[in-house]
């Protein structure tokens, strides 16, 4: 028997598809998770991605496992603003659990059995000397020694290795001309191969916590400008770490950076595959848009109007008279998605002008999109040389009494459209001075 929840998410997904093929992902997760019992989904969920034609680029830390070796060889674990204080000794920790946390990862993207989400897969994975790198130096008077920062990813090397059909894994070692390797922060070499590579999404997996702020509200969607004022009043953990360098990646042209946490299953899929996420996004601008309405957003016009219709809150309009006024139309755009609209006829003789088919989402209702498309009309009906704005409605009279409308009667519409008055229906009328 059909799942109609599944179908109505898999058609909802579907631009999402075919947004995302052949575009680069940065995804980057801690050694944490690999330790978890469910990492194993998470490489299902890559697999996925790998499948519908994204480009992946997958970043993984080794922080616990370099930590386990240091306790067993009984050596000092010493970090300064949050970056290890690497010695020699330490150093050969690092790459020691590298090289397993590598063959770890490879063999599950390896799986190929039958009756699992891998089978088929046949996925390959791509590594090299991709990142080079620098000492990191001296902070606040401690020598970090083989901690280093990324100073170059090789861009075209790695796309080489993508063009291919691999997925490309990057360590956090980074290696210099002068044959030295360094110990990287996954966040630094994750945002910097997001950069070098002008990736579409930079995606952060957080091991401890959620997308909320210090109050323990969801972040669901942030500015690079928000995200710069929320860091300093987040509490210690992945999303204070990961947000800086979120903000970092947008501001540098990776076109969004997501975080999400791995508490949730199926996190990575839910985020960039639904409209609303499960996680934090941030973009370098607001990701809504009010503009005029052009023909391909009939479609989204009429997925928002026509349950209002049904209810007898707007009056029907077919698809053939939507696509012939068109032109008369504004929406808002909220992540490719039209979340509201409202349409403007103008009564040039009478110097005025209808405001009509104002709609907004019900998910998106209460945010001040109702006010912003009154805005945008009245905006536009001055530029037309109008001097009132009449509207009628059957259902929200106060919402338009509270901004600065005025009840009227039928008697006072234009002419023209006093006579397409519908009296079965009833409608009030408002009339606002412009």
């Known amino acids: 028997m059909t799942d109609p929840g599944f179908v109505d998410w898999f058609r909802a997904a579907a631009p999402y598809i075919h947004a995302f093929r052949g575009k680069t992902f940065v995804i980057a997760f801690g050694g944490d998770a690999m330790q978890r019992t469910d ?20 970043v993984h830390g080794v922080r616990p496992q370099v930590e386990a070796r240091l306790a067993a060889r009984d050596l000092a674990i010493r970090y300064v ?3 290890r204080v690497t010695e020699a000794e330490a150093l050969e920790c690092v790459k020691e659990a590298v090289g397993t946390a590598r063959i770890e990862i490879e063999t599950l993207l390896s799986l190929g059995l039958p009756n699992t989400p891998m089978a088929g897969a046949e996925i390959r994975v791509a590594g090299g000397n991709f990142v080079i790198a620098q000492p990191a130096g001296v902070v606040d008077g401690v020598d970090l020694l083989f901690t280093g920062e990324v100073r170059k990813v090789a861009a075209e090397a790695i796309r080489a290795r993508l063009d291919a059909g691999d997925i490309v894994l990057l360590s956090p070692l980074g290696y210099s001309p002068t044959g030295e390797v360094f110990n990287l922060s996954l966040e630094d070499v994750a945002t910097a191969a997001a950069i070098a590579l002008k990736a579409e999404k930079l995606v952060f997996i957080l091991d401890r916590g959620d997308t909320v702020d210090g109050k323990g509200r969801r972040l669901s969607r942030l500015t690079v400008r928000q995200a710069q004022r929320l860091v300093r009043e987040l509490p210690e953990g992945d999303m204070r770490l990961y947000l800086p360098h979120a903000v970092r990646a947008c501001r540098s042209g ?25 996680g934090t996004m941030v973009t370098q601008e607001t990701v809504e848009n009010l503009r005029r309405a052009g023909i391909a957003d009939v479609g989204g ?8 219709e049904e209810a007898g809150i707007l009056v029907h309009r077919p698809r053939e008279l939507l696509e012939r006024e068109i032109g008369r139309f504004f929406v808002d755009e909220l992540d490719g998605r039209i979340v509201g609209c409202v349409a403007l006829y103008p009564f040039a003789e009478a110097e005025a002008g209808e405001m009509a088919c104002l709609a907004v989402h019900p998910d998106y209702q209460g945010g001040g999109r109702g006010e912003a498309l009154l805005a945008a009309v009245e905006q536009a009906a001055r530029e037309a040389g109008l001097k009132r704005l009449f509207v009628l409605t059957t259902r929200t009279a106060h919402w338009f009494l509270e901004r600065g409308f005025s009840l009227a009667s039928p008697e006072d519409l234009p002419a023209p459209r006093k006579e397409l008055y519908n009296w079965q229906r009833r409608s009030k009328v408002f009339i606002k001075d412009l």
């Open 39 to 58: 990492f194993v989904d998470l490489i299902h969920d890559v697999n996925l991605l790998n499948a519908l034609g994204v480009r992946l680029v997958l």
């Open 254 to 278: 990776v076109a969004r950076a997501h975080l999400i946490s791995a508490d949730v299953d199926g996190a990575l899929l839910m985020e960039l595959f639904t409209h609303d996420g499960v």
């Open 81 to 83: 603003r949050d970056l």
């Open 301 to 308: 016009i009429l997925s928002l109007i026509e349950p209002l």
